[in-house]
């Protein structure tokens, strides 16, 4: 069966610091993969999606960046933190898009 | 461009009541897919229903039901004889052949014992 592992579960970063969160997927190939936000007030905002290694689409412009450097690995990064990127990030693959997409467990990021 | 409604943001209601929650879809394509997710306090979303456009057949599964009509292009969800354990955030999706899914705001469902 497919599994999706996320971490890491809870991060306290500074304003400035650089940030990088991990995603990986077992149990499939060529997986389409996603990084959604989820700020408070509940929207689920999708930040990134790939649908192949090294093929990234951008949905928000901001100081995030997401790389595939493997097929089944996805890379959430930022040079500098701002306050603004305080939130709950999640990652998630799916089949293809008459498939549902299947979450990770997700990563609570503060920034002091 | 597609959108998802939801225009319940709070529900409360006591145990074993039955509650419904509203969906309503926006969307050009004549091939989509819908979808419910609850996100439960501890945060993962977890998938609930699929339903493909051309598939408006309801379904039942348990306490839970959903109800597609395209000619409301709506896919509502209800919970029947709701339990504590039902608390949680329910989100609507709509995915389209981009390989994106548009979300709903969500509905907070509380079930008070």
């Known amino acids: 069966s497919q599994t999706i592992h996320q971490w890491p579960a809870t991060l306290v970063q500074p304003v400035g610091s650089p940030l990088s969160l991990e995603c990986t997927v077992e149990g499939t190939s060529n997986p389409n993969l996603y990084w959604y936000r989820q700020a408070a007030g509940r929207g689920l905002q999708l930040l990134f999606y790939?649908?192949?290694?090294?093929?990234i689409s951008s949905e928000v412009p901001q100081n995030l960046s997401a790389s595939r450097p493997q097929d089944r690995q996805f890379i959430l990064s930022s040079k500098k933190l701002l306050l603004s990127d305080s939130g709950f990030y999640l990652c998630?693959?799916?089949?293809?898009?008459?498939?549902?997409?299947?979450f990770g467990d997700g990563t609570r990021l503060s920034i002091l | 461009a597609q959108k998802v409604t939801q225009a319940q943001t709070e529900i409360s209601v006591v145990e074993k009541e039955d509650v419904t929650l509203d969906c309503v879809y926006e969307t050009r394509d004549t091939t989509y897919y819908l979808f419910w997710y609850k996100q439960p306090p501890s945060g993962e979303l977890v998938f609930l229903i699929r339903r493909n456009s051309f598939d408006e057949q309801n379904e039942i599964s348990g306490r839970y039901s959903w109800n597609f009509q395209k000619s409301t292009s709506s896919f509502n969800f209800t919970i029947t004889a709701s339990q504590v354990v039902d608390s949680a955030v329910y989100f609507c999706a709509l995915a389209r052949s981009n390989y994106k899914l548009t979300f709903g705001k969500g509905t907070l469902l509380t079930v008070n014992p």
């Open positions: 790939s649908v192949g290694i090294g093929q």
């Open positions: 998630a693959w799916t089949r293809g898009p008459s498939q549902p997409q299947h």
